[in-house]
């Protein structure tokens, strides 16, 4: 996540929105590219109005595709800048464009060749969150949404979302799922509503308490005999006693519940690998997944070994040339055993990618950076063969340094890759 959270901003690739369906990535083509400078289109205001501004990079990348082709494919960001009409940086003038809390961004793929727009709300000049919080809204100086994995049911977009509260922490919250019932239509014309996992009982949005567990890093959906369901991972506790816990909903609740509250609804697994309802306050209670990770991750079936799969960023202690240390980010990616699920067990993880930027001797080092990867630490969907490739997509911030930001174009987007799969 990034540490920038006076606004924030969720930035999805969404359907053919300007000239028709979208073209299906191709084996073998190049990936997207999200260097900034892309136009961006306000869905409240016209171009009279200063609705026209310019993304100018944004994190946490994520990607759906919205039909089986897959022709049209929604994407949706972490923290984003948005600039005014024909801006390049992220300072014009001395005067800083701040990242804002949700935007939608379309990518058309026509011959190789992608082009993304990206849509907010408000105006360039005063971009507000695409997806703004119904219970505390940011512009008033509430809470915003940080957006992870999404996944369409029924034909309807379902946006999982931290709830991240407007302070110097910028604390999590709660849980929520956006919920779209017309994905396909111009994103001006979208019908949101919102589904809350969080226990009512901890207090409002605004509340200094921060709900445990924090739900949403990752997640994955499931068909099952009776009907799906959707599972949420999160972490639990802090320091060596950390767990990874899981939760679920069932897709008929996702479609159909009215819009509020959706706690009662929600089942955890237990530290007896069972499902039972209203989720616990004491760690005690939940089956660790142990996945090795304090980011997302993402689980899924992969048909080439016959095991779930998990792709994550693991971290190994760095010493330098003068004595001291760092920890230095990777990813990995690790298989379940022969008989595993996707709550594992797991067997032993494997570096697939070291990010260049933090890795010294590269070319492309900067001592400053920090580099982690989107929601969707893997993107099957842009693979050439997912059996036995993996894609995934990351971006370089400058913590500590946030001037660098905004001078240094080069990171602050995502970056996509493509890396063999060393799994069996």
């Not at 009279?48 to 501004?53: D, F, H, I, L, T």
């Not at 589904?195 to 200094?208: E, I, M």
Request: charged share 10%.
């Amino acid at each position: 996540m990034t540490s920038f959270s006076q606004r924030s901003c969720l930035l999805a690739f969404a359907a053919a929105l300007f000239a028709g369906p979208l073209a299906a990535p191709v084996p073998g083509q190049a990936l997207p590219s999200f260097a900034p400078g892309t136009p961006a289109y306000s869905v409240e205001a016209t171009a009279a109005q200063g609705g026209v501004g310019t993304w100018l990079g944004g994190d946490a990348a994520n990607l759906l595709p919205l039909n089986s082709n897959p022709s049209q494919t929604v994407w949706t960001f972490g923290d984003c800048f948005i600039g005014v009409q024909g801006q390049t940086t992220r300072t014009t003038g001395g005067v800083f464009t701040f990242p804002i809390g949700s935007v939608l961004c379309t990518i058309a793929n026509t011959n190789g060749t992608f082009t993304p727009t990206y849509f907010f709300r408000g105006t360039a000049s005063n971009p507000t969150p695409f997806f703004p919080d119904p219970a505390s809204p940011y512009i008033n100086g509430g809470s915003r949404f940080t957006p992870f994995q999404s996944f369409l049911i029924n034909g309807k977009l379902f946006i999982i979302m931290i709830r991240v509260l407007n302070n110097p922490n910028g604390r999590y919250a709660a849980t929520v799922i956006a919920r779209v019932s017309n994905p396909l239509a111009y994103p001006s014309q979208w019908i949101i509503d919102y589904l809350d996992l969080s226990n009512p009982n901890n207090g409002p949005p605004s509340a200094t308490i921060e709900p445990q567990p924090a739900l949403g890093g990752s997640s994955l959906h499931q068909d099952a005999t009776g009907g799906g369901y959707l599972v949420i991972y999160g972490k639990f506790g802090e320091g060596p006693g950390t767990k990874t816990i899981a939760v679920k909903i069932a897709d008929s609740v996702l479609v159909n519940a009215p819009a509020g509250n959706v706690y009662s609804s929600v089942q955890a697994l237990n530290s007896s690998l069972q499902w039972v309802n209203n989720y616990s306050s004491n760690i005690a209670d939940y089956f660790d997944v142990n996945i090795p990770t304090g980011a997302p991750f993402t689980v899924r079936y992969n048909p080439g070994s016959g095991r779930w799969q998990a792709v994550f960023v693991a971290t190994q202690n760095q010493v330098n040339s003068d004595g001291s240390q760092k920890w230095l980010p990777f990813m990995a990616a690790m298989d379940s055993t022969a008989n595993g699920s996707p709550f594992g067990p797991w067997g032993p993880y494997k570096p697939i990618y070291y990010f260049p930027e933090m890795t010294p001797g590269n070319m492309l080092y900067d001592p400053s950076f920090f580099c982690y990867p989107g929601p969707s630490s893997e993107l099957p969907a842009f693979s050439t063969n997912p059996n036995t490739n993996i894609v995934f997509n990351y971006l370089c911030n400058a913590p500590g340094t946030s001037t660098t930001v905004f001078t240094n174009m080069n990171i602050y987007y995502p970056k996509i890759v493509q890396v063999p799969n060393p799994l069996p």
